[in-house]
């Protein structure tokens, strides 16, 4: 075992004393040392209930013969941390976490890893983490919060608070009444409701191989959670015994399982970052190509929020991810039977599933006829920009307007708060990608004001930040190159008309390659106000967003 290298032999009389000196008895030195990466902490709601989830995982070390170690790693709320500089630093902590998890894995030589995780950016983190140590490891996300309600109303973080902003502010309800939803709207502990980041993350983790079934969609407060966080325990010690390492179950084919997954589920579009960071990590030769190829082939077969009313709830009562590769194993020729972390593969996994076909539909009676998210191509984005196929109206699957520019997300939020943006704009929000911001943040405060404005339909948005899972409407993010690269969102001006083509996956401002050269000319781009602490390292280091924003 690696673990041999801190305890055997004579040289090793100081790390055992140090050892024991934490507890460890004479009797467990020789059992595996698994490390339980916890993210818990007492600010993010996604992580709050953690601590019950470490003793469970613990519990089932101990009962399958292995010795246990906690230790933490940071975790931000995308929530708490959005529309201020604190969104900054959302991208960023994927790679901390990730050399967080490296360094005291191999500091102190472990043998296996069980890795708790649920919000946005400490999953992909993770499983960067994962395949970057290849030592026995298993994912065990913490699980959705139920659903809110308020008045026999159900709720969601997303529709509850962000978008009751915007009807608050057109005079829809009260600031009473919004101050009731914003009490009720997060009712327990758990990632938010719908197919926002976190629970796409998730999903994908399942889908994947790298979390045991029912992981990604049993609620927070369950005791089904429980139970899974403890065979998880146990199964980590297994795969000591077993030696299976992550790179046996993140392959191309599971990673584009993934994809698939995620175009039947209309998921985030941050996984599209994290699935490249992963596969650059793991070795693996996967590009926005995959993305392209694939998305031509799939339709979305489950809706859920927030482009529609059902949550996490109704998906793990439907069935989950199991009852999601059952409509698609067999069904779709590019989805592979790949193995997971339990050593089944999915033609297992499949067998005797219960789906409800109301919520999880079958390929040949998908929701809608096109992939949950589609990648767009064009003079703005030649490098490639990502939308949110699932989160908007058929209506709008052409829309063409005025561009509205703004040099950073604050700027859009008053033009909006001002209600100077009106039917037909394309508001641009440029300079907030990943080297410029620096750290791209998500645009869930702009877009939930469209929403909540009734705007939704008559008005478009383009950045080269990102946006959250909970983004709905006509939205397009990750334009490649950003603007602080010199990207043509760099260029655009008032005024200018932007055609968004989605059928045709284009995304192109109506100006001749001549108009675009001449204001290219003399063109100094704005460059990163922040020049100090890990933002000013992280802008340096960082490759754009159709690389995973690789460090």
């Not at 490891?137 to 529709?159: Q, R, W």
Request: aromatic share 4%.
């Amino acid at each position: 075992m690696r673990s041999d290298s801190i305890k055997k032999g004579i040289s090793r009389a100081p790390h055992r004393s140090l050892l024991y000196a934490t507890g460890v008895s004479p009797k467990v030195i020789d059992r595996p040392f698994i490390g339980i990466a916890s993210s818990f902490t007492d600010i993010v709601p996604g992580h709050i209930g953690m601590r019950d989830l470490e003793r469970q995982i613990e519990k089932g070390i101990h009962s399958a013969g292995g010795q246990a170690f906690i230790f933490g790693v940071p975790v931000v709320c995308d929530g708490i941390a959005m529309g201020h500089n604190g969104m900054r630093y959302s991208l960023p902590s994927r790679e901390l976490i990730a050399d967080c998890v490296e360094t005291m894995a191999n500091a102190h030589q472990l043998d296996g890893l069980v890795l708790l995780t649920n919000c946005d950016k400490v999953t992909p983190a993770m499983l960067i983490a994962a395949a970057r140590l290849n030592i026995p490891s298993i994912i065990v996300t913490a699980g959705p919060m139920l659903d809110g309600e308020c008045k026999c109303n159900k709720l969601t973080m997303i529709k509850g608070t962000f978008e009751g902003i915007g009807r608050y502010r057109s005079g829809e309800i009260t600031e009473e009444e919004l101050s009731e939803l914003e009490l009720s709207s997060c009712p327990t502990a758990g990632s938010c409701q719908g197919m926002y980041t976190a629970n796409t993350m998730a999903s994908l983790t399942e889908v994947i191989g790298m979390s045991l079934p029912r992981c990604a969609t049993a609620s927070a407060v369950s005791s089904e959670k429980r139970r899974i966080a403890f065979e998880s325990g146990m199964r980590a010690v297994e795969l000591v015994k077993e030696g299976i390492t992550p790179l046996n179950i993140i392959t191309r084919d599971s990673l584009r399982n993934a994809i698939i997954a995620d175009y039947a589920l209309g998921g985030s579009t941050n996984s599209v970052l994290h699935l490249l960071a992963i596969a650059n990590t793991a070795g693996i030769d996967l590009t926005l190509n995959d993305f392209e190829e694939l998305s031509s082939k799939i339709k979305q077969t489950v809706k859920l929020d927030p482009s529609a009313n059902p949550t996490m709830t109704d998906f793990h009562n439907a069935g989950g991810i199991q009852a999601l590769l059952k409509t698609l194993y067999g069904n779709i020729p590019e989805f592979k039977d790949t193995i997971s972390i339990s050593g089944k593969k999915v033609s297992e996994l499949v067998q005797n599933v219960w789906l409800d076909n109301s919520l999880i539909h079958t390929v040949d009676k998908p929701v809608t006829t096109q992939p949950g998210l589609g990648i767009l191509h064009g003079n703005i984005a030649p490098d490639g920009a990502v939308i949110k196929i699932s989160g908007v109206d058929e209506s709008c699957y052409y829309f063409k307007g005025r561009a509205r520019v703004f040099d950073c997300e604050e700027d859009s939020m008053k033009a909006l708060e001002n209600d100077e943006i009106k039917e037909g704009d394309v508001i641009v929000i440029r300079y907030e990608g990943p080297a410029g911001s620096p750290g791209m943040r998500e645009m869930l405060a702009p877009t939930s004001l469209l929403v909540g404005k009734g705007l939704g339909t008559k008005a478009a948005l383009i950045t080269d930040g990102r946006f959250s899972g909970g983004t709905r409407g006509i939205c397009v993010g990750h334009i490649c190159p950003e603007g602080v690269n010199g990207g043509t969102i760099a260029l655009l001006k008032d005024g200018d008309t932007i055609e968004i083509d989605i059928p045709n996956r284009k995304l192109n401002v109506l100006l001749s390659d001549e108009e675009l050269e001449n204001r290219r000319k003399n063109f100094k781009p704005k460059q990163p106000s922040i020049n100090s602490g890990y933002l000013a390292k992280y802008s340096k280091l960082v490759k754009d967003a159709s690389h995973g924003a690789i460090i």
